[in-house]
Each structure stands twice: as C-alpha cells, then as structure tokens.
C-alpha cells in the first residue's frame, strides 16, 4: 500500500500497463517531455522512451484519428486531451469512427482505445476548461463512460479501460486532482467497469453522485448526520453503462433519492438517474427524485466559478426537503 494522491494514482495505472503491454502507448499535447498540464505522466516518458509516451501536434481530431488507426493495428491507444472543452474538436472522430467502428465492422474490428481528460469546475479557469460533458459521450452507442472519485478507484478503473477492447471515455475530476489521498495498492488491481460503490448505507434516502461531487456530498452528509437523516450515498463510478440494479436497491429501501451532479441540469445523467428511478422503483418512491445541479447556462470564467459550483449547504437544503415531504 502506497499513499497516493489522484494524479499519483493514474500515474501509477498507467506505469504498469506501460510495463506490461508493450502495445500500450501514451501521447497528447505536453503528455510527454512536460508529463501534462497537470503532470499526471510525468516521468514516463523517461522511462519508456519516445516511441511509447510521446507528444503530439496541438490537433485533437489528428490525435483521436491516429489512435483509431493504431487500435486497427493491434496498439491499445491512451490519448489525452488537455481539458475537456478541448474534446470538442475530436468530436467528429469519436462519433463517427471510435464509437462505431464494431458495429461498421460487423464485429471484425474493435477499437481498444481510453481517452482521457481532467473535467469540471472548481480551479478557477477560463473558458473551455471547467465543463462536465459526461452525458454528452454517454449518449453515444459504443462508448463506455467513466468517472472515479477517488484515487484508489481512478487506479483500477484506469488499468480496467486500458484493458477494454471498447472505448472508453475516461473523464478525471481535475478538482480533486490533489485534494484527496488515499491509501492505494501499489500492484496491479482492476475495478469493474459497469459497477457503482455503496460508499455509506443509510435508511432514509439515497444520493447518488459520481466524481469531484462525492466530497461535496459526504460534507452534506454530515449536515445530514445532525438533522437526524440517514443517507445512503451511492458512486456512479461509470456513466456508461450505469448501474441500474443498484440503483434500484437501494431506492428499494430508502424510498426516496436525491441526484448530485456539477453538469448543466436539462438532459443530464441527473435526468436518467431519475428515469431509472421511475422505471425501476416507482412502487417504492415516497417523494419526487431531487437533481441537485447546475445552472442551465455557460459556466462563468475564473472567480465567477462560485456561482455555478454545488455547495454541500444546497445539497442537504435537497436532502432535508426529500425527506421531510
């Protein structure tokens, strides 16, 4: 066991995938001389040489293209992208060739290719960099879409994607990037892609949230604690596919749930986590499912950031009205 902090984490998942699958190769803009924006590959670089971590043109459609190719010939691509608003531009090639590439094969070819990228608020940053585009890759067919909270689980999630013979979009909360240390295995583990975690089990209602808001619901939680209300707090872990069977147990006991996201609200995984509830577990609802939020607009630059953030005070204002309804 090793004390890690996220970045640490990942680092770590992708130095033993490096070490053991020599058709591992790591690239993206400053991934390789610098380690990344926020150093995440540093060092591997140097221990792997140039022909398997290396540094590409400021081209994320090219960077996404060549890793189609390279996963056509037998390579598992990781190919990061600077920030998520930077994804954008490599749209057309995750939707038209990385996500479909199976199914335009009639199963002949598979495309074992992770793209990485830090995502969200919380740093203060300019446009392009602060956004939670998890349902807009969840909604394609052929992606699976993950999102750990923690570094323990950004370790075995990472190795997971790295060994899927499917895509995966493979999105990092940059917020927590160094926030969070965590006693983490220093050998190789994988976690399931496809499960949530029940972090803590309560009998009143269930949270459900994924990423950088995981700490910002077990803060609320302890509101919670005080006001007498058991929570039960769920980990999405994955986007896609989601955990619908847990999902449904848990509202089977607690009756009534409370979705906690930092993404715009209209048409988001807050939305389907209340259709599951719906089509899952109406029989056993005792109060309308709750999406805690955010705004349904642009997310302000630099300091205006706090406006558009979920605080833990407006999760329990949600939790405590679900409960009391």
Known sequence: ?????????????????LAEDNGVVVYGEDV?????????????????????????????????????GMALSGLRPVVEMQFEGFSYPAFNQIISNVSRMHNRSRGRFRIPMVIRFPYGGGINAIEHHSESPEALYSHIPGLKVVVPSTPHDAKGLLISAIESDDPVIFMEPKRIYRA???????????????KAS????????????????????????????????????????????????????????????????????????????????????FLYLEAPPKRV??????????????????????IFYEIEKTVKF
């Not at 969070?180 to 496809?194: D, L, M, N, S, Y």
């Not at 209602?205 to 939680?221: H, K, L, S």
């Not at 930092?262 to 988001?268: G, L, M, T, V």
């Open 1 to 17: 066991m090793s004390v890690m902090t996220m970045v640490q984490a990942i680092n770590n998942a992708l130095d033993i995938k």
């Open 32 to 68: 390789g001389v610098v380690g990344g924006v926020f150093r995440v590959t540093e060092g591997l670089q140097k221990k792997y040489g140039v022909e398997r971590v290396f540094d590409s043109p400021l081209a994320e459609s090219a960077i996404v293209g060549t890793g189609v």
């Open 180 to 194: 969070i240390k965590q006693e983490v295995v220093t050998g190789k583990f994988t976690i399931p892609i496809g």
């Open 198 to 281: 029940v972090l803590t089990e309560g009998t009143d209602v269930t949270v459900v949230a994924f990423g950088a808001m995981i700490r910002e619901c077990q803060r609320a939680m302890v509101m919670a604690k005080e006001a007498g209300i058991s929570v039960e707090l769920i980990d999405l872990r994955t986007i896609y596919p989601i955990d619908k069977e847990t999902i449904r147990n848990s509202l089977q006991k607690t009756g009534r749930l409370v979705v906690v996201a930092e993404a715009q609200r209209s048409f988001s995984v807050g939305s389907e986590l209340i259709a599951i509830a719906n089509e899952e577990a």
């Open 293 to 314: 939020m955010g705004f349904d607009t642009i997310i302000p630059l630099a300091q205006g950031e706090k406006y558009f953030m979920i605080t833990p005070e407006r």
